[in-house]
């Protein structure tokens, strides 16, 4: 709907210092883009909620504000995840944003909701990703990004998302429901730039926003080009 006027992992489920990094087929990434004020979003949030269990997925939901002047404000809507949408919409020649909106690896975009042409976007192969490697400790999280020649300039970004919310919604398209929501991006930034060297990055753990349960790590070209690497780790 437009608005009315964000596993087979690369590297691992780690505790302590243990680190892994690992060649496999990366998961992919299904970024959905979705509002509380939408009506024609809690089928897309249902179905983000089904590929949060498939562990060749990374699902994300990023909640947008643009509905929050129909009387129901988000309460996790974000302006960075409508930068973020918007930046899509140009890097894929996209004419308006919408929601709900599903991009799939930074490449193709599909309505939030259609399962057959996503599930057909999923079922493709994916080739090996960046080696990535998650480890928590000390207070830190680490991403160690292995060696890998002919990359690109890329976004080394960092998530911070909720597993799982219930909302009741009181105005709005969809006053009187209750809303299941999914992976719920709480707050991302980008950790600093990446050409294929080996490196390493650290986030304090008590950085994240309250409520966050799981950090991803998307390793991404500039300009908002199709997602090269990805990986997940719970913070308790």
Known sequence: MQPPIKRSLIGGLLLG??????????PAVVELYTSEGCSSCPPAEAY??????????????????????????????L?????????????LAKSSVYTPQVVIDGRGDFVGSDRRAIGRELADARA?????????????????LG???GVAPSEVILVAYQRKAVSK????ENTGRTVEEFNIVRGFRTLG???GEARLFRARLDSFPQGATDIAVLVQPLGL???????????S
Do not use: C, M
């Open 17 to 26: 210092w243990v680190g892994v990094a690992a060649s496999q087929p990366r």
């Open 48 to 77: 983000i909620g089904e590929l949060a269990q498939r562990r060749d997925v990374l699902a994300l939901t990023f909640h947008v504000d643009y509905w929050d002047n129909l009387g129901w404000p988000d309460r996790f809507a």
């Open 79 to 91: 302006p960075d995840a409508v930068s973020r949408q918007r930046g899509y919409a140009k890097a």
């Open 128 to 144: 090996d990703g960046i080696p990535i490697a998650l480890s928590s400790g000390d207070g830190n999280v680490t991403i160690s």
């Open 147 to 149: 060696q890998r020649d």
């Open 169 to 172: 919604i009181a105005r709005g």
């Open 193 to 195: 730039r990446w050409a």
């Open 225 to 235: 080009a199709p997602i090269i690497g990805a990986a997940t780790i719970p913070l």
